[in-house]
């Protein structure tokens, strides 16, 4: 037969999905394993917000949409856009997709000829890099570590800047790292991406989930420079406990928010309309949900830090928001853990995943090797005994 998509066959399997499955196959088994893996909330999606979904369907709302979205949902996010970042959109700025991640690849599809370079920094979540691919460019990666607390400087990425690069994603705060940027380091980045013409594709969908009081600030709230240059994207996902709804969003420019409408309508079209309806009330309802989870996530993010650097052969650094923890396991490459010789983070994750029953995601799949992502969205009794377990695993 004849050969398949190169572009496709290239696409690399997640990460985060091979543990998970890994994870849920021992669980399958009987055995009592912890699964850190997935970065989606433990609440339910609040009972406002479902009960507009089921009067959507009661009232009929059950038919096809316009591709962008229901005008009222991306009115709702305009506004909620306008309140939360300081931001000006029209709706017609508002491109709804099935979920941020679906927002990302359009948006690369609206902007990316073949051969154009993305600048991505490392670690990064790893859909970026694989999307970028599939929409015909090329990643170009910055490495971040964890002394520059896995943010890069303008310096960096002026010197990473060359003919083809088009455009830069930036992940604010970081899935994986929970680093966020201040307003100066982000207006640092903006003059550059200014100097050089580049599109920003700023995904800020844990926008709400900030700790220690500080700032978030948008992307596109920087100037009317930034504003024009950026596309932010952002969803319901995490700030509403929503995963499963898959309803995500972009605002950018009109010309770029037309292409992705366009591209919508003849790939996807619009997500599920009672979902939509859904979302509409998550966005202009009752807020106080997404700030009673932000305070439980951080009281989880302070328990998990104390422990973590607690224990002998690990270390974290303090993550700012999202419901991420980047733990360092280079003191222990080269020991052995569970029966196994720990080479690398990938060895440490299976060893873990074996003998202590835990499931972490190895970062070397996120550009970041010698770590090992835990997430904070589970309970504090899992993540209690997630911990015990590390230390048990390690005294071994
Ligand atoms: C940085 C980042 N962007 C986007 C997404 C996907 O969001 P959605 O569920 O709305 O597709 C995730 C989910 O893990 C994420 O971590």
């Known amino acids: 037969m004849k050969e398949l998509s190169r572009i496709a066959g290239e696409v690399r399997a997640s990460t985060t999905l091979a543990v998970d499955s890994l994870a849920k196959q021992m669980q399958a088994e009987g055995l009592d394993v912890i699964g850190f893996g997935t970065g989606e909330p433990d609440f339910d999606t609040p009972d406002n917000i479902k009960a507009a979904a089921i009067k959507a369907i009661n009232d009929g709302k059950t038919k096809y949409t316009p591709a962008a979205g229901l005008v009222d949902l991306r009115k709702a996010i305009a506004t909620r856009l306008k309140i939360d970042l300081n931001t000006d959109y029209d709706f017609s700025q508002i491109t709804v997709a099935s979920g941020a991640k679906h927002s990302v690849f359009i948006a690369l599809m609206a902007i990316l000829n073949h051969g154009d370079e993305v600048i991505l920094p490392a670690p990064y979540w790893v859909s970026y890099y694989e999307m970028i691919r599939m929409a015909g460019g090329n990643p170009l990666i910055i490495e971040a570590g964890e002394e520059q607390h896995f943010k890069i400087t303008p310096e960096q990425l002026e010197k990473a800047i060359g003919s083809k690069t088009k455009a830069i994603i930036l ?6 790292t929970g680093m966020l940027y201040s307003r100066s380091e982000l207006e640092d980045i903006a003059e550059v ?14 926008y709400s989930l900030v700790y220690d009081d500080r700032e978030f ?3 596109a709230s920087l100037s009317d420079d930034a504003f024009e240059r950026t596309i932010i994207i952002n969803g319901v996902s ?32 619009a997500p599920g309309t009672m979902n939509q309806f859904a979302a509409i009330e998550a966005l202009s309802g009752p807020q106080d949900g997404v700030e009673a989870m932000r305070k439980v996530f951080e009281v989880r993010r302070n328990y998990i830090v104390k422990r973590i650097n607690e224990i002998p052969g690990v270390s974290c650094i303090v993550p700012d928001g999202a419901f991420y923890v980047m733990m360092n396991i280079k003191q222990l490459i080269g020991k052995t853990l569970g029966g196994r010789l720990i080479e690398n983070d990938d060895d440490f994750a299976v060893a873990f995943l074996e003998a202590g029953h835990v499931a972490v995601v190895p970062c070397s799949g996120f550009g970041a090797p010698g770590f090992v992502r835990w997430t904070y969205a589970a309970s504090m009794e899992n993540i209690r005994e997630g911990l015990n377990r590390l230390e048990k ?4």
């Open 393 to 396: 695993f390690l005294q071994a």
């Open 238 to 269: 995490k700030s509403y406990a929503m995963t499963g709804w898959r309803i995500g969003y972009a605002a950018a420019n009109q010309q770029i928010s037309k292409i992705m409408a366009n591209y919508l309508s003849h790939s996807t079209g």
């Open 217 to 219: 600030v948008s992307f």
């Open 171 to 176: 992940n604010n705060p970081s899935n994986p």
């Open 193 to 206: 991406c200014r100097k050089y013409d580049l599109y920003v594709i700023s995904d800020e969908i844990y």
